[in-house]
């Protein structure tokens, strides 16, 4: 097993265990951390992302529970508190840096397939 928590630290580790259930809720809080104005209704994200829409559905819902995103009306809006904000700023930054983002996709993939003994 690799320490990526030694990796990636403990802040973001928790981030991702908490928040990213998927390589698509990460593209999902990256598309939102760079494009903080943002509001699209679910067909325009899809389209933002290359996604399908039932694809999408069930991450922005999880996004929408653990109040990063809001869905009112129909429209997806950015909505973290300043300390969850500043979490997905430490896991975007840590997106950037081929090492850490390596660790990050393990990590992820691990959670989606937890036998793979990461």
Not at 29 to 39: E, G, I, K, P, S
Not at 73 to 80: C, H, K, Q
Not at 89 to 114: E, M, T, W, Y
């Amino acid at each position: 097993m690799y320490d990526l928590e030694g990796v990636l630290g403990p802040a973001v580790t928790e981030f991702v265990d908490t928040h990213v259930r998927s390589l698509l809720t990460w593209d999902i809080l990256v598309f939102y951390h760079r494009n903080t104005d943002a509001v699209l209704d679910i067909e325009g994200l899809a389209s933002r992302l290359g996604r399908k829409i039932d694809e999408l559905d069930p991450e922005v819902d999880a996004l929408c529970e653990g109040r990063i995103l809001s869905r009112a009306g129909g429209l997806i809006r950015y909505r973290p508190t300043p300390e969850m904000r500043d979490a997905i700023s430490q896991f975007v930054d840590s997106c950037q840096d081929r090492g850490r983002r390596l660790a990050l996709i393990a990590l992820v993939l691990h959670k989606i397939n937890p036998v793979s003994g990461i």
